[in-house]
């Protein structure tokens, strides 16, 4: 279970390419750095926001929190616990808020 393990991944995008004088869309992609967390359990967590989702789950005995940016249009309402697996590539280090309410971080 990786918890905040840089590496290194592809990320596909969308751009603008040139044929001459011509601009058309293509796929572009690039080498980014990310950490890697792997969660069990998570949920969603409440937000008013409609451009903001946010999380927390339990890695390696800890509980985290984060949250990014995406269309939310009504918001989201606290979800419940979800004993799955659940992979994040953060763009900088997740601190931890506490330790995980659960035993060995899974549900029951």
């Known amino acids: 279970m990786a918890c905040g393990q840089r590496e290194t991944i592809t990320v596909t995008h969308w751009g603008v390419c040139w044929k001459w004088i011509f601009p058309y869309p293509c796929k572009k992609t690039i080498n980014v750095i990310r950490y890697r967390y792997d969660f069990r359990p998570w949920r969603e967590k409440f937000s008013w ?9 339990c890695c390696g005995g800890a509980l985290f929190a984060w949250s990014y940016w995406t269309w939310s249009p009504f918001g989201t309402v606290s979800g419940p616990w979800v004993d799955t697996t659940l992979t994040y590539f953060a763009d900088s280090t997740i601190g931890s808020v506490e330790n995980c309410p659960f035993n060995n971080g899974a549900i029951g």
């Open 49 to 57: 926001s409609p451009f903001r989702r946010s999380y927390e789950g």
